[in-house]
């Protein structure tokens, strides 16, 4: 027992007064609450910088690091009519689920973030200024002075980089500067994806300094609770019902049994983690975010048991993304969550190269929630993880100047995928229908995507 304790315990017995048993019973219940949070508080102790850790080897396609792509030449060997891109937020720091212990264990690694989020206002009378929002060192749920799911210096260099690749394959597409009747810019409101789409941007126009005012750049928004950017179950209801019945199936609780719950058991101790706290879903964001920035891992999280937490997290996606409805097994999970996004890329597109819109390239931007049931969606998925800085390119081209046949080009982190419903080269009709289907199971949502909204 305490020695607190210890002395009330004494203090009853020698005085025997009913002040004293209840002096005795106020301290037992202090004490008591002082075992329990200070167990929590051992817990979630951080790590100090002579506690032995460990680094893990990250999967090399999970990180982004695509120094050593080679541009390919569509743009100069067609005629390229349009080119949508949709890209995946750049390399981040930790997302902490786990309020309000830590973000992700015990940790002494250090996050710090270059890139901060900017405010723009203008006065007619006083002209412009620029905010930039500074998050205090040591006041974040990881050391350093990012916020959750901050865009790191990477991430930028990741997003700044296809930029490049970008300005270089259509060096004879775009005009060297920005033109905004010629560009289409969409992120959802989070603060990484705009980042990363304004990185990219930055390293596709770089910055006009004679005509400032030509660096002035329109992104375009939405209210998150009406976003269809990511999978949205408040304009999709129809996901919940596919996610319920994903988790209550046979193959997911044998998941469950069999890898998911020893992994919980087994890492619980090791991060010094409270069970509960340790679940896939949290531990694959941390192990990922963790080993893309070589940052270390407590000592028990073994090369082993990193790829086991990979093969979880990509397991349990991919069962969720292929559930379908017994009553219409073309319809699964991953076309219910992407059918409207789908429809505003398709009909960004259709602007453009049926309407005459003129816009060249449109680039939206959002997260590996975004590109996975895309991908799935179109049916060229590997089942993979997308890594940060992850990129879908859809060209829209003619043969040449003087035909007038439509095709288009599915490229994903810059590979030429063929479609399985259509031949190659993808004709425009085919590709319009395949997004069509996609763009239908809207219809199965029983909400807000219902109606196309």
């Known amino acids: 027992l305490p020695l607190s304790l210890l002395l009330a315990v004494m203090v009853a017995l020698f005085k ?19 075992l329990y949070l200070g167990s929590l508080l051992t817990i979630a102790a951080p790590i100090s910088a002579t506690t032995p850790q460990t680094l893990i080897t990250p999967r090399e396609y999970l990180c982004g690091d695509h120094d050593n792509v080679v541009p390919n030449t569509v743009a100069g060997k067609k005629n390229l009519v349009h080119s949508a891109v949709i890209i995946r937020h750049g390399d981040r720091s930790p997302i902490s689920n786990k309020f309000p212990f830590y973000s992700c264990w015990p940790d002494a690694a250090e996050w710090y973030c270059d890139e901060n989020p900017v405010d723009y206002t203008v006065d007619k009378s006083n002209g412009q200024r620029y905010y930039t929002k500074n998050y205090v060192s040591g006041r974040n749920m990881s050391p350093g002075n990012c916020f959750e799911g901050q865009l790191t210096p990477k991430g930028f260099k990741q997003e700044f980089a296809h930029g490049q690749y970008l300005r270089n394959i ?3 597409y775009l005009p060297v500067g920005y033109e905004p009747s010629l560009n289409f810019l969409r992120a959802d409101d989070v603060p990484r994806v705009i980042l990363s789409l304004e990185s990219l941007v930055m390293g596709l126009y770089p910055a006009n300094r004679t005509a400032p005012s030509k660096n002035l750049f329109s992104i375009n928004l939405m209210d998150k609770t009406i976003d269809n950017t990511f999978p949205n179950s408040r304009i999709c209801p129809s996901l919940d019902t596919l996610a319920h019945k994903w988790t209550s199936s046979t193959t997911f609780k044998r998941f469950a049994k069999n890898t998911a719950e020893p992994l919980t058991a087994a890492l619980a101790p090791i991060l010094h983690t409270p069970r509960a706290l340790t679940e896939v879903g949290s531990c694959f964001d941390c192990f990922v975010t963790h080993s893309c920035q070589g940052k270390e891992f407590p000592v028990g999280v073994t090369q082993a048991l990193y790829e086991q937490i990979i093969d979880a997290g990509e397991f349990q996606y991919n069962g969720l993304m292929n559930s379908t409805f017994s009553e219409f097994p073309n319809v699964n999970w991953a076309t219910l969550a992407m059918g409207g996004y789908v429809g505003d890329v398709l009909s960004e597109i259709e602007r453009n190269v049926e309407e005459g819109a003129g816009r060249k390239i449109s680039l939206f931007a959002g997260h590996d929630t975004t590109i996975m049931p895309i991908l799935k969606a179109y049916d060229v998925f590997d089942g993979l993880w997308p890594s940060y800085a992850a990129w879908i390119r859809i060209e829209t081209y003619t043969m040449s100047e003087s035909e007038s046949e439509l095709y288009v080009n599915f490229y994903y982190n810059n590979e030429r995928l063929d479609l399985p419903q259509c031949q190659h080269p993808a004709t425009w009709a085919c590709f319009k229908s395949v997004s069509k289907s996609i763009i239908n199971a809207r219809s199965y949502c029983g909400g807000v995507e219902a109606s196309g909204n």
């Not at 025997?16 to 002082?34: D, H, K, P, R, Y």
């Open 16 to 34: 025997g007064s009913s002040v004293s048993v209840m002096f005795t019973l106020c301290v037992f219940v202090v004490v008591c609450a002082q």
């Open 170 to 172: 259509y060096k004879d």
